[in-house]
Each structure stands twice: as structure tokens, then as C-alpha cells.
């Protein structure tokens, strides 16, 4: 059967005032009606239609994390699928190799078997081990150069889609070329280099910077740092937009910068919870005011659920809304490669999210699927 949904649809094309028509399969059909004028879109009344949000960066939410193994990714792909995001990569901390089995294991048969209600897990961001010590952030000190041959293990167990490594690590720079050409996705982050280093890092194949500004050395005039090579020279990069993370103003100066810049929650177990006590990984970390934190107060992930992230980028940012729509979903797609997510066009899945006037989520649909939404009611 067909199903069709009505409202404001934000398109490649521009936004279409008219039916998005979802095939038995799961996919878009046809979306059919006329172009409004983009000072149109929100108006009183009419649902708008989004492409899903596409989450690469995802360490947890409603008190379970990736690192527990078992359902947790399932629940997670859940939790986050009632704010909007159909799409997302299980994200892991920096560990031994052990835990990282644990974590990796079910995810893989998740992405094998797929599971109704929930979002589409399309695979794995390692961030860490291959990190920097001195730049762990709120990672665990389980920091380790490059392996090749434990990464291939680990991509037995579940698809690893993309990870994040520190450049100036000994061995890292010389394994960026073998990782891309075994098929990894390469991203700079949790990283002490230098501007230089991160320049060298993306000739050498690496495609992007995880949470631009944070974990990583800063823009000063006279040595540019990783940040300043991300906004001299990167076509994509992760930020995180909770306003805890980065100023707006950072994020105003990136989206001048880095063409295809897109958010990302770096979202962890504390995400929808009360204040309190949760587990990182393997450490503990406290929910007060918003905010995730470590004992010392360093920041660890965040509390963000993607329908914010947009509410933050086009409210507080100042970003355009059909702009805003490919930062939360269309560039990360191409990023990993998608052409059939991350857009609302004919032939692509129907993950589609509808959201009122004020950018709150009504409704949900990952391949063509609704998802219960409790907050909707
Ligand atoms: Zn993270």
C-alpha cells in the first residue's frame, strides 16, 4: 500500500508545497505539488518534511551506551529515532581491545538484520583508540597507534564506516593512506598536531575533523593549529551544536569556512535522562544543567538529540532552514558515500521527519516505517 504524507517538503530542489508518496518497499515514490518561495516554508498550519537526521556520532541515550554491548545499540537507535534521526553510526570510546569485541559484536547483526522502531544503524565510528594520550578529552587513557590488523578484526564484527585518529601519533600519518585504501574513512581528531600535520593528514586521504574545536589544538595567528587547518582547507567536519560544546560564533565562523559542515550530537547515555550518574565507557560521568561532565569538569559528550541540534542551527545560529536541513542530514549521507538517504527525492528511502512550525517533532518514518513518537501524543 501506499502512504502518503502532506505538508511543506524540503527537496533538493528547493521546498515543495504538495504529497510525498512512500512505495510498499520503503522508498519515495514520487513527491508531488508546486515550489513556494523560501520565506514560505514556515508558516502556521503546514507540517514540514525533512529528510531524517543523519547522526555519524552516537555514544548513547536513555541510560544505555554503545560500550555495554547486548541491546544497547538497539535501544539507542530507538531513543534517537523519537527525535528525529533515522540514520546514525554506533559510536565507540577508546578502550582495550576486549571491550571494543563487546560493543561491536551485536552491532554488527544489528546493521545485518535492521529492526523495526528503530533508527537505521548503518555502522560503526571508532573514535579512539587511535588517538592521542595528551588529547583524550573525555576518553579513557586506552590511546594506541594505528593497527591495521585489529581494525580489520574489528570490521569482521560490525562494519566500521569511519574513525578518528590523531595524525602526529607515531605510525597514524603512514597508515592514513592503507586505511583509506582498504575502504576506512578517515577522520582528525582527539589530536595535538600541528597546522601542518593536519594539512599533511588530509593530502594524505583523511576527509574530515571530528567535533571541530574540541579535542584538538586551536586557532592562533601564528600557529594555525588543527583548527586552523580544518577552516583552511576541509570539506566536511562534525560539530557539535548543544551551545555547551562551541560558541555560536565558532559555528558561524566554521559554516564560512567548511563548505559542507554538519552536526552531529556526540550524544551519550545521559541524553534524555534526569540529572545523575551514567557510564561512559568505562568511567563515570555526571549529568547536571544540560551538560555531561567528568569529575574534573571536563565536558564528556553531550545530552543533544538531533531535532535540537536543528531548533539550535536555524534559532540560535541563525542558519537558514533548508540549509540547516543539510547539516543535520544531506551531508553527512554523501560524506559516508549514501546517495538513497539524506534526501527526499524519488527512488531514495522514505526516512522523513515531520516537524511543526516551531521545529518540534510530530512524526517519524525510517524506510518507510512510523516510528512511535511518545512526545507527539
Ligand atoms: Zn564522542
Not at 522508498?27 to 529528510?51: K, Q, S
Not at 555514544?59 to 531513543?79: K, T
Not at 560493543?103 to 554488527?108: F, M, Q, R, T
Not at 553527512?332 to 549514501?338: R, T, Y
Amino acid at each position: 500500500m501506499t502512504r502518503t504524507l502532506k505538508g511543506r517538503i524540503v527537496t533538493p530542489a528547493g521546498v515543495v508545497d504538495g504529497s510525498l508518496l512512500i512505495a510498499p518497499d520503503g522508498r519515495i515514490a514520487a513527491i508531488e505539488g508546486r515550489h513556494l518561495p523560501a520565506e514560505r516554508v514556515r508558516e502556521p498550519g503546514a507540517p514540514l518534511l525533512l529528510p531524517g537526521f543523519i547522526d555519524l556520532h552516537v555514544h548513547g541515550a536513555g541510560g544505555r551506551d554503545i560500550m555495554e554491548g547486548g541491546d544497547a545499540a538497539l535501544q539507542v537507535a530507538r531513543r534517537h529515532a523519537q527525535h528525529g534521526t533515522t540514520a546514525l553510526l554506533a559510536t565507540t570510546m577508546t578502550a582495550p581491545i576486549e571491550d571494543l569485541r563487546t560493543s561491536l559484536a551485536p552491532v554488527g547483526e544489528l546493521c545485518r538484520s535492521g529492526a523495526a522502531g528503530a533508527a537505521r544503524v548503518l555502522g560503526i565510528h571508532l573514535e579512539g583508540p587511535y588517538i592521542n594520550a595528551a588529547k583524550l578529552g573525555a576518553q579513557p587513557p586506552y590511546a594506541r597507534p594505528v593497527s591495521l590488523d585489529e581494525l580489520k578484526e574489528l570490521h569482521e564484527l560490525a562494519p566500521v564506516r569511519l574513525l578518528t585518529l590523531a595524525p602526529e601519533v607515531p605510525g597514524n600519518m603512514e597508515a592514513i593512506p592503507l586505511l583509506t585504501a582498504a575502504g576506512f574513512r578517515v577522520q582528525i581528531g582527539h589530536t595535538s598536531g600541528t597546522y601542518e600535520q593536519g594539512v599533511q593528514a588530509l593530502e594524505q586521504g583523511a576527509l574530515g575533523f571530528t567535533h571541530l574545536f574540541n579535542a584538538m589544538t586551536p586557532l592562533q595567528h601564528r600557529m594555525p593549529g588543527m583548527v586552523g587547518a580544518a577552516l583552511a582547507h576541509a570539506q566536511y567536519a562534525e560539530v557539535i551544536p548543544d551551545l555547551l560544546h562551541v560558541h555560536p560564533g565558532a559555528i558561524r565562523a566554521a559554516l564560512r569556512s567548511i563548505p559542507c559542515l554538519y552536526c552531529v550530537t556526540d550524544s551519550t547515555a545521559a541524553t534524555g535522562m534526569p540529572d545523575g550518574e551514567y557510564r561512559l565507557g568505562r568511567q563515570a560521568v555526571t549529568k547536571c544543567l544540560g551538560g555531561v561532565r567528568l569529575a574534573d569538569g571536563t565536558l564528556a559528550g553531550s545530552t543533544l538529540t538531533m531535532d535540537r541540534a536543528l531548533r539550535n542551527l536555524v534559532d540560535v545560529v541563525g542558519v537558514e532552514l533548508q540549509d540547516a536541513a543539510r547539516r543535520v542530514s544531506t551531508f553527512a549521507a554523501e560524506f559516508l558515500g549514501l546517495a538513497d538517504r539524506g534526501r527526499l527525492a524519488p527512488g531514495a528511502w522514505a526516512d522523513v521527519v515531520v516537524l511543526d512550525r516551531d521545529l518540534r517533532v510530530q512524526e517519524v518514518f525510517v524506510e518507510g516505517g512510523s516510528i512511535d513518537v511518545p512526545h507527539a501524543r
